[in-house]
């Protein structure tokens, strides 16, 4: 009898593990990229994927090469749980920024993963200037969207089917979010969770790591 018992246990466990972390949500990384754009959505939902209720999702770096670890402009090493060659199939797609784009926009196979995982993902973020990789991408077409403080011209300039928004921290539309990254990445992050959970559970992690403490823009609307 106890045998039985301790098998059924054992059974449900195991069940119990198969259905964890089944949603994914990545990162997307390269050497060089800005250390706050990949560390503020890292500890959001990093935070929350800790909590009974967001357990079913896992957050993961993925490096554009083929490289196990990223350094950031800041020089912080990070592991990596991804690269582009495995083309992991993604719920979340986030892109972070750096201060030179020019390299990430002219590599085809990024844009071509950016815009697979954008028909495909839930919802799509960029913080500061990986907007112009989303609008590359023609996630942007028709879309409001953001860009760094002061490059909202230029998002405009290169890509004008996008609703470039100024002035606005972060801007949601349809399945999308851009924000103006750094430490807006945290609002950005809170607001994103907001929509793939619930307002309530976006204010708890926010409690959890003191976001009213360093700011009061809303990250729920």
Known sequence: MLRTLLALLLTSLLSLSSQAADKQIGILVWDGVLTSDITAPLEVFGHASQLSWFRDYNVSLIHIDSKPSVTTHENISLNVQHQLSEQPSLDVLIVPSAYDMGPILRRQDVIEYVRSS?????????????????????????????????????????????????????????????????????????????????????????????????SQQPFIR
């Not at 990986?130 to 860009?147: E, I, P, S, Y």
């Open 118 to 214: 954008g028909r495909h993902a839930s919802w799509v973020a960029s913080n500061c200037s990986g907007a112009f990789v989303l609008a590359k991408a023609g996630l942007l077409d028709g879309k409001q969207a953001t860009t760094w403080a002061g490059g909202e011209a230029e998002l405009q300039r290169d890509f004008p089917a996008v609703k470039v928004q100024e002035n606005t921290n972060v801007v949601v539309d349809d399945g999308v979010i851009t924000s103006n990254g750094s430490l807006v990445s945290y609002q950005a992050a809170l607001m994103l969770l907001s929509k793939i959970a619930s307002e309530a559970k976006a204010e708890e992690v926010a409690d959890a790591i003191q976001y009213r403490r360093l």
